[in-house]
């Protein structure tokens, strides 16, 4: 966009319309909305008050900004977005259903929280500590095993087998005779993870681990071993090192407080304090209802949150309508583009010459030919669908093929057979035979061969005309004396 000063501004009779003299315009006595925030312009009748232009100016001008405007500059830009909103909303975008669902949504991002406290955290928090804490107590408590594990492929021979239960029957009468639990499942245990734990697993409560492993270690008692135990992971000698009930709550609360933030359990809070609330009024008030009244209260304390939740709301419509407008509009006509291309012709030319073809390889030699024959005559745009159809349709890929419009250096095959730099082409044994297929052109020969370029200058002129006749179709009113006091009040 231009970056303009305020006089110039000012003198934009064509572009922004004002209702008094231009010689008295410098001094109109401050449009008061209220004498703390008075009003800093107007935009086809609506106010625009001092403090949401300075919201909007210092956000897009904060540190770290690359392109920092002044406040005289940043008029300019501010107008025409707010000319923007009001076509949008002479379009009607806010009463589109998607556009007010996915404001919502976003607004309630906002509000949401303001249901919910840390004592209503605490309270979930405690809630499924007990709940959890009663299951895992009445099924029998917490349980801390060692086991040494001998793995055991569940297809394995009559061999592995009979060689897996010597071994485990071997490290068992060790036991038995004597020898340290932690010191055999450090060297003999093939479960490496524990191994170095002296074989010590984590607390476990039924459910976590394998039943056959499960059924017999909840029955031993401290301190006692199993004889050995077969499951679907091999052969285990379990002992007992400790059982109980469940973690004090003050050992888990960390972990509880993570599990409501990853499951998502604060919007169910939020859901539930909501239906009561509902509820409470006499089923005469929705949930959507009662957030739109928290909204305006709270945007009413807090001018930040007032201007953020507007800038979404006006965000969205300018996307919209911009898309109608400029994006989309330019990205479908392609008449318009062809045209443009057509009068900025001279805009678009290159430093040299570039190659308009296919750079490819081909398994066989005598595809080579034959992708040049399937082209011969083909508009550029329908190639790549022709050769993929003809040659790539299958499992086997025939060919390799790169298309485009090539620059020297773009492609070592190009660079080599067209533009005869004497590239060097890495030689591949899948796809050895190497070819070109195309012609070099000195300039774009239509806008399909900068269309990117001419796309984004296509919309940017859309942009322009599109804002010159907002200017002119919406009255702008600015009070100059309240724009000086833009953050010096």
């Known amino acids: 966009m231009n970056q303009m000063t305020i006089s110039s501004v000012l003198r934009l009779k064509g572009r922004v319309k004002f209702i008094l003299p231009l010689c008295l315009l410098a001094v109109v006595p401050s449009m008061a909305q209220t004498e703390s925030d008075p009003t800093i312009m107007t935009i086809n009748g609506q106010p625009v008050s001092r403090s949401e232009f300075e919201y909007s100016y210092n956000k897009n001008n904060a540190e770290g900004v690359v392109d920092k405007k002044n406040v005289e500059e940043y008029v300019d830009l501010f107008i025409n977005y707010k000319l923007k909103v009001e076509a949008a909303k002479e379009a009607r975008i806010d009463t589109m259903a998607s556009f007010q669902q996915e404001f919502a949504s976003y607004r309630d991002q906002q509000i949401r929280p303001s249901f919910i406290t840390d004592a209503d955290v605490e309270a979930e928090a405690k809630k499924i500590y007990d709940e959890t804490r009663l299951r895992i107590d009445t099924a029998g408590g917490m349980i801390k095993p060692a086991h040494i594990l001998i793995l055991l492929n569940q297809k394995a021979t009559a061999e592995q087998q009979r060689q897996a239960k010597e071994r485990i029957d071997s490290i068992y009468n060790a036991l038995k005779g004597g020898a340290d639990f932690a010191e055999l499942a450090t060297r003999l245990s093939d479960d490496?993870?524990?191994?170095?734990?002296?074989?010590?697993?984590?607390?476990?409560?039924?459910?976590?681990?394998?039943?056959?492993?499960?059924?017999?270690?909840?029955?031993?008692?401290?301190?006692?071993?199993?004889?050995?135990?077969?499951?679907?992971?091999g052969w285990h000698i379990i002992k007992m090192i400790d059982r109980g009930n469940f973690f004090p709550y003050d050992s888990v609360h960390a972990d509880i407080l993570r599990f409501i933030e990853q499951r998502n359990i604060r919007e169910s809070i939020i859901d539930n304090k909501l239906a009561e609330l509902a509820k409470a009024a006499g089923g005469e008030t929705t949930a959507a209802q009662i957030l739109d009244q928290r909204a305006s209260e709270m945007s009413a304390k807090d001018s930040d949150l007032k201007y953020l939740i507007q800038e979404y709301h006006d965000g969205l419509m300018l996307y919209e309508v911009s898309n109608a407008n400029?994006?989309?509009?330019?990205?479908?006509?392609?008449?318009?583009?062809?045209?443009?291309?057509?009068?900025?012709?001279?805009?678009?030319?290159?430093?040299?010459?570039?190659?308009?073809?296919?750079?490819?390889?081909?398994?066989?030699?005598?595809?080579?030919?034959a992708v040049q024959k399937v082209l011969k005559g083909l508009p550029f745009d329908q190639w790549a669908d022709k050769l993929r159809k003809t040659f790539n349709n299958d499992s086997i890929l025939r060919i390799r093929v790169e298309k485009g419009i090539f620059k020297q250096g773009d492609n070592p095959i190009v660079d080599r057979d067209v533009f005869k730099t004497g590239a060097t082409v890495p030689p591949s044994t899948e796809y050895p035979n190497e070819a070109v297929f195309g012609k070099?052109?000195?300039?774009?020969?239509?806008?399909?061969?900068?269309?990117?370029?001419?796309?984004?200058?296509?919309?940017?002129?859309?942009?322009?005309?599109?804002?010159?006749?907002?200017?002119?179709?919406?009255?702008?009113?600015?009070?100059?004396?309240?724009?000086?006091?833009?953050?010096?009040h």
């Not at 010590?200 to 008692?221: C, M, S």
């Open 326 to 369: 400029v994006w989309k509009k330019a990205a479908e006509d392609e008449a318009g583009l062809a045209n443009y291309f057509k009068k900025n012709k001279k805009k678009y030319a290159w430093e040299g010459p570039r190659f308009k073809g296919i750079a490819y390889r081909t398994r066989e030699a005598a595809d080579v030919k």
């Open 192 to 233: 490496k993870g524990t191994a170095k734990k002296g074989g010590e697993l984590p607390w476990i409560t039924k459910g976590q681990t394998l039943p056959d492993f499960e059924k017999v270690a909840y029955a031993l008692e401290v301190g006692q071993l199993s004889d050995p135990v077969l499951s679907p992971a």
């Open 440 to 488: 070099k052109i000195k300039a774009p020969q239509d806008y399909q061969d900068v269309r990117g370029l001419v796309l984004s200058d296509y919309q940017e002129q859309l942009e322009k005309d599109w804002v010159a006749a907002l200017r002119s179709r919406y009255t702008v009113v600015v009070n100059s004396e309240v724009l000086k006091t833009v953050n010096n």
